[in-house]
């Protein structure tokens, strides 16, 4: 029988021992949240995740099927941190980027804001809008209902950027300075999303499936911040003739979270490229030729594979390589890295007949590009590269001489 002494032992024991435990098991707690939040390695030496379940899946969320090689980790810790209070005029003195992240914070748990972004010449209100680009304009709205869905044209620009970026005014200059209409219609996808995220496309798209639709309902929206698709994915041996890169990222189809870290570092780029050139006297219309290594999917492709490829978000210790255009050539589902999906070229490239894609019907077909153009004539999407640049550039100067203030497609190349 317990007499009360035995009583007051046994509840001192028992109070000791719930103590002993919650201590003992408090660390490894902590150490799974912190692995939770600020990510841990993901990449075998291979290269190669494990699938824990030992399935394989389209798409797998988690990136560790062997449809996702490379695993996503969270990186909300590292981007979403809220912003220390600093006096501006220290702000002003920072270098580009960190300004840019000043202004334009990266949360990853927020959503996707609501917006379809749009360049063109004229509004739908215009009597100039062209009647073939009222059914592509229209496409994302009824996809879409609920979104602000904004044309933005070449004036309503540059205003809505004096608004956006007046805290960084180098930014603004190097817009300004830049000398063909093309690049600035680049430059505007790229200033925009950082901004204020959403959805961006390209006039001459059309919505086959809402945005919604993109990525598997199943896989959080908060554990992703950027979804991008492939343009091109050449398998031939002269692929570098026709391509300025072996899989190059499309940026007619665009849709981010505000202040998402590739838009930050692509448009600090742009800036810093374009002030140099300017100061250097090389950034008038006979210097800067190349719209598709200037604003295009050239750097582009390069700031997504640097992302990838960064330290700062990624923990790299465990790998024995970068990860390059091996890890999407050929993907026929969409893949996710970090916080990025990336979807197959089917998505925002169907019916291209080429280099693996399906048709607008296919499941996974999203966007339907036309390639289409006021001025411009367009070879044949297929093989657009640098020779159809070398063909853009001469017929632009024949059509709009340097004189010439006329604006041009947004998606010319």
Known sequence: MFNPRRWLAFVVCAICLFLLLRHTSSPSILRTTRSSRLGSPRRSRDGRGASPSGTKEPYDPVGTSNNDDYAAHDIAGA??????????????RKPLRQ???YYFPYDLSV??????WQTWKYTPASKHFRDVYREFEASWTTAHPGFIHEVITDEVAVNVLKHLYSAVPAVMRAYEALPRPVLKADFFRYLILLARGG??????????????EWVPQHVPRSSYGLVIGIEADPDRQDWAEWYSRRIQFCQWTIQAKPGHPIMREIVA?????????KKEGTLDHDHVNGVIEFTGPGPWTDAIFGFFNDPTY??????????TWREFTGMTAARKVGDVVVLPITAFSPGIETMGAGDDDDPMAMV???????????????????????A????????????????VDAFAY
């Open 368 to 390: 339907k590009h036309y390639f289409d153009g006021e001025y411009f004539v367009i070879l044949y999407p297929l093989f657009w590269g640098k020779r159809e640049q070398f």
């Open 79 to 92: 981007q979403s941190r809220k912003n220390k209070q600093i006096p501006l005029g220290d702000i002003s």
């Open 314 to 323: 990624f923990d790299m210790s465990t790998s024995s390589s970068n990860i």
């Open 111 to 116: 959503k996707f804001p609501n917006y379809v």
């Open 392 to 407: 853009l550039n001469k017929l632009e100067n024949t059509l709009f001489p340097k004189s010439s203030s006329t604006s």
């Open 199 to 212: 959805i961006y496309t390209d006039i001459d798209t059309f919505a086959i499936r809402s945005a919604v």
């Open 99 to 101: 300004q840019l992240e």
């Open 269 to 277: 780029q742009i800036t810093e490229k374009t002030l140099k050139r």
